[in-house]
């Protein structure tokens, strides 16, 4: 029997999902810096422009304010289009017309702003304080804005479609590190079965508490707790998958479950996205935690460039361990002897990075 | 210009002048609650411009929409609903008086940051080229608007894709009480700068219908005919305050003599005294004039008599639902 799933990077999942969405809408563009160079952001775009054509696929002037605007313009006119850009740290130039018009204009002209705007993050190898940033909390704060950030190539694939397909402005937040990650992911892509924004997921099921992750982090959090089995520690991991709109009766469900709660958060501390979940989840169900709830977040700290600088700088599965292990006041002090502190080099997500970005 | 344009031109300007009057005369009543900025002074570009233009035709403007928005044929009710804060307003009394929208006559909205729509016409232009079709779309903006990026972004990506915009730089001299000489190099003409980034452009006097008319009517034929987008600066001047219903020339940020020459240069004073001279009582002005009163008056009242929305927004009214 041939098998329904087929194992494939995270950026391959991408473009999959970008061709399969052009070729339903025909009308759907695609531009962005970069997006028909040779490299076609870190293979993303690739062929797309061939398939399609220079009107639908086009490389642009370094204009993200203006590109933002002109894709709402574009939408107005019912074409929807994803606008790609190779670091979210450029897309900061672009604030007022995402915030000011993209989120506002539904509300304001009852006009539907169906865009996509994909963002990347980068980490590591000297990507230093401004081609690093996770500011997915920044867009999850706009009335209007939805915001995904998925976590491997089956969720990339089936979010950007419906990312693509929902009639509202949907930031895409892509980890740099991921992009190489391999995944399975159905051969058949159906467009009824993909959910709409606004699902976590649960990868892993336990009982003595529930860590909450997303991007990167889900990976860091699965290692430790394949690392907690062998002692027969079992918590609850979801992935968040899309931070706005949330699914909290998923995230609910597990804490009234477990009574225990850590969010893990690649942006950093101060009124982070983990520091919404946590006050939320104390405002609501207060009485069902057996222990304050904790955040592992990204300390308030511009991201360093220098070898020297990042080493111990990014939550490893040992810091989600050891919170894990001393949210459950669990005394073994031989437990997290084994774990590994960092991988040698610390920075870079495995051999398949040879930089520069 | 013929005789039939001229008339709907006048008309254009009255009827533009009058509203605004109105609303400057009942602000103070406290029943149009957001902050206005009126349009008397620079009624004449979009009154001309209108000769020109189509309904598939779109414009997007600014704060100071007004004028936009009537002289495209905007709904004159749902416009002032919307300064009243009512339901029944052109964005649901979720707008107020720079958030105006009347897609059904080619108005695709004015919103409220400088230079904020101007993206938002290109991208507007860029999928009509996309379409194939041979409307055009006019960017209303003010010398202000010249000072941030977004223009430039703008500007530059529809010169790159040959788009049909047409770029209407209103140049009232001022950004709220700030004079060009402290915003913009002394030398500098708007027009001359923007035809340096390989844009054509003109310059004419905003107030003058006349000029203007023979400046559009070239320009329009132009961007429709595919050979991209052109920018016009209109040297205009706008009678009261940056924003609110009150003259503000107690304050002396104007000098006395530009004061007196722009006022002297009323559109409507001007225009009707060029008609006059020309002997050209082409119409019973008085009777027409009363129409237009009657329908405003008319207008204020239906605003007054609607209703304020009272439902509770939720997350329906903020994102859109799925087919």
């Known amino acids: 029997m041939q098998k329904k799933t087929k194992l494939i990077t995270m950026s391959n999942a991408i473009n999959e999902a970008l061709h399969f969405s052009m070729k339903k809408d025909k009308n759907l563009l695609c531009f962005g810096l970069g997006t028909t160079d040779p490299k076609g952001i870190f293979s993303t775009t690739i062929n797309l422009e061939k398939k399609f054509g220079k009107d639908r696929v086009f490389d642009v002037p370094a204009s993200e304010n203006a590109l933002t605007g002109i894709s709402v313009g574009l939408s107005l006119e019912k074409i929807r289009s994803v606008v790609s850009h190779q670091r979210l740290d450029f897309f900061l130039l672009a604030m007022d017309q995402l915030v000011n018009n993209a989120a506002k204009w539904y509300f304001t002209f009852s006009q539907p702003v169906p865009i996509t705007i994909r963002l990347i993050i980068g980490r590591g190898w000297g990507q230093g304080p401004t081609h690093s940033q996770n500011l997915h909390s920044w867009f999850a704060h706009i009335p209007g804005l939805k915001v995904v950030i998925p976590s491997n190539p089956r969720d990339a694939k089936d979010l950007l479609i419906s990312s693509i397909f929902d009639p509202n402005p949907v930031i895409f937040i892509e980890h740099r590190w991921l992009h190489e990650m391999e995944g399975n992911i159905n051969k058949k892509t159906e467009i009824k079965k993909l959910d709409n924004l606004g699902k976590c997921k649960i990868i892993e099921k336990g009982n003595k508490l529930t860590i909450v992750a997303s991007s990167y982090l889900v990976h860091e959090a699965r290692i430790a707790l394949r690392y907690l089995k062998k002692f027969k520690i079992d918590c609850e991991l979801i992935d968040l998958r899309v931070i706005k709109p949330l699914d909290w009766k998923t995230i609910e469900k597990s804490v009234k479950k477990t009574g225990n709660l850590l969010v893990l958060d690649t942006g950093s501390d101060t009124l982070s996205f983990a520091s919404e979940i946590i006050s939320s989840i104390s405002i609501r169900l207060f009485q069902y935690l057996k222990n304050p709830p904790v955040k592992l977040t990204m300390p308030d700290i511009p991201e360093p460039a220098s070898y020297g600088l990042t080493k111990g700088f990014y939550i490893r599965p040992k810091n989600i361990a050891e919170k894990i292990i001393k949210i459950l006041n669990i005394k073994d002090g031989n437990i997290l002897k084994l774990i590994q502190k960092e991988p040698n080099p610390h920075d870079i997500p495995g051999s398949w990075f040879k930089g520069p970005f | ?323």
């Open chain 2, 1 to 323: 210009m013929k005789k039939n344009s001229l008339i709907s031109i006048w008309k254009n300007i009255f009827r533009i002048r009058y509203v605004e009057e109105k609303i400057a005369k009942e602000y103070y009543k406290g029943e149009m609650r957001c902050p206005t900025h009126l349009s008397i002074g620079q009624e004449a570009v979009p009154s001309v411009l209108d000769q020109f233009i189509q309904k598939t035709d779109l414009a997007v403007s600014g704060h100071r929409a007004h004028a936009h928005y009537l002289a495209k044929g905007g709904d004159l009710k749902k416009m002032l609903c919307e300064i009243f804060g009512k339901e029944n307003g052109c964005a649901k009394g979720r707008g107020g008086s720079m958030h105006l929208i009347d897609r059904s006559v080619g108005f695709a909205g004015s919103t409220a940051i400088v230079a904020n729509s101007i993206p938002i016409g290109v991208g507007i232009a860029l999928a009509k080229k996309l379409k194939k079709k041979k409307d055009i779309v006019i960017i209303y903006f003010g010398d202000g608007a010249i000072e941030e990026g977004a223009f430039y972004e703008s500007i530059n990506f529809a010169i790159l894709k040959k788009l049909p915009v047409f770029f209407i730089c209103e140049n009232n001299f001022y950004s709220v009480y700030t004079p060009l000489k402290y915003r913009q190099p002394k030398d500098r003409k708007i027009h001359k700068m923007v035809k340096g980034l390989g844009c054509p452009v003109f310059s004419t006097d905003g107030n003058d219908p006349f000029k203007i008319y023979e400046k559009i009517s070239a320009a329009v034929k132009k961007i429709r005919s595919g050979k991209g987008p052109i920018f016009g600066e209109f040297y205009t001047y706008r009678h009261r305050e940056h924003c609110g219903p009150n003259f503000d020339d107690n304050l002396n940020y104007r000098p006395k003599n530009d004061l007196k020459y722009w006022l002297e240069k009323d559109p409507l004073i001007s225009l009707e005294k060029k008609i006059k001279k020309k002997k050209m009582i082409f119409l019973n002005m008085k009777n027409e004039k009363q129409k237009i009163i009657n329908e405003v008056n008319e207008a204020f009242k239906f605003a007054r008599k609607s209703k304020y929305p009272s439902y509770k927004i939720t997350t329906r009214d903020i994102y859109a639902k799925k087919n």
